[in-house]
């Protein structure tokens, strides 16, 4: 049986520690409780988002149980719990480790992969990632090597169709039309072409790579590299596949500037089994949303705080996308939550100055162009990527600006009126062409 922690700050690495930083990885776990407003808070991480309905059942049993009964789905496409008691570590853990989510005490923080959630689903891409996704994972828990990345590093397996590629993880694999992989380090657009068989393991290795470049530099994650050891790590990636008798050669390929999540509603496809995609309104699913998709058939949680229902029965789909949609899950293009995110806010969150959950509702309107992600502080925590609004809640109101990949603009302060708020809200959302 896995040990639990309690609720309390991860202390500092030590010197020796495969690569030392000035403070330790605070990243909360689900054997490492953080502590918020509104209670402990446990972070589940879910490889690619894939739950059996099995694990679902039992992730809402914990939420019910240890919680207060709602599951928050995160960017990276895993699970928070929160409103936990700090005590209940030892007997959640022992839950969430005989439903298989817990595969590795030492290695939970760093399972951070996120997967094309429409992979061998709808015919597109060029890979079907399932098989790097499981292969993958069991490297990073075999490895006590892995164990000295932290709970930032990020993964990402592209089928091809550029989506979760677009999401900035720290070592992408990709899917290419010719059946090999491409290996992205870090964020420029210079690729390594391997064998689409050798891709986890050449993932593994770069991970290595990076932890040694790492080393006492208080890098966290690829970005975070000094720019000269930043710049040498991809040809140091390659050097080591050749010397771990990989077949390796340079290539290139822009990172996309903003990857599209699955559209809602049923998936198109040549599947045998019908598939659903849904959205989650603010990524917070209540007790019956929840029990609802855990006994639909499998579920693929997506980046975008939505998830894609799996193996359902074709007479069965449209009577189910029907349910969800009267259960306030987004099941098509036409929801007025459609495009809208925020983060935790008050109270759940001591540093953030508004409840920016119950702005973002009181606020919505018309579908907008462009998606608008809802902050309760200067932190922006979980926010998108690629073109967006940003609403960030201020000690002088809300700074409403227009982001596009590293470029901010437009910025704006609309007074704390909910009228006004919403109006220039919509009106951004609207306005950039």
Known sequence: MLAAMSASPLPPRSPGDACARSSGDACPGALRLHRADDGALARVRIPGGVLTPHQAVVLGRAAGRFGDGELHLTSRGNVQLRGLAPECGAELAALLDRAGLLPSARHERVRNVVAS????????????????????????????????????????????????DALGADLALLGHDDGSA????????????????????????????????????????????????????????????????????????????????PAHGPVPGPHREAALSVGVPLGRLGPDQWRLLSGAGGLRLTPWRGAVVTGVAPERADGLLGELSTAGLITGPGSPWAGVGACIGRPGCAK???????????????????????????????????????????????????????????????????AALAAAVATARGSHP
Request: charged fraction near 25%.
């Open 117 to 164: 959630p429409l992979s061998g689903l709808d015919g597109l891409g060029s890979a079907d990632v399932g098989p790097w996704l499981a292969e993958l994972d069991r490297l990073l828990c075999g490895s006590d090597r892995t164990t000295a990345l932290s709970g930032r590093f990020l993964f990402a397996l592209d089928d091809g169709r550029g989506d979760v």
């Open 182 to 261: 491409l290996l992205r380090v870090g964020s420029g657009d210079a690729v390594l072409r391997v064998p689409a068989s050798d891709g986890p393991r050449a993932a593994s290795i770069a991970a290595g790579a990076f932890l040694d470049a790492a080393q006492d530099t208080g890098a966290w994650r690829v970005k975070d590299l000094p720019a000269a050891a930043a710049e040498a790590l991809p040809a140091e990636v390659a050097h080591r596949l050749r010397e771990a008798g990989l077949s390796v050669s340079p290539d290139r390929r822009p990172r996309p500037l903003e990857g599209l999540p």
């Open 352 to 418: 953030s100055l508004a409840d920016v959950r119950a702005e973002a509702g009181a606020a919505l309107g018309p579908v907008g162009r462009l998606p608008v992600y809802w902050s309760g502080c200067e932190r922006r925590c979980g926010h998108p990527r690629g073109e967006w609004i940003d609403v960030v809640a201020t000690s002088d109101g809300h700074r409403i600006s227009h982001v596009r990949g590293d470029r901010t603009t437009g910025a704006v302060t609309a007074r704390d009126d909910p």
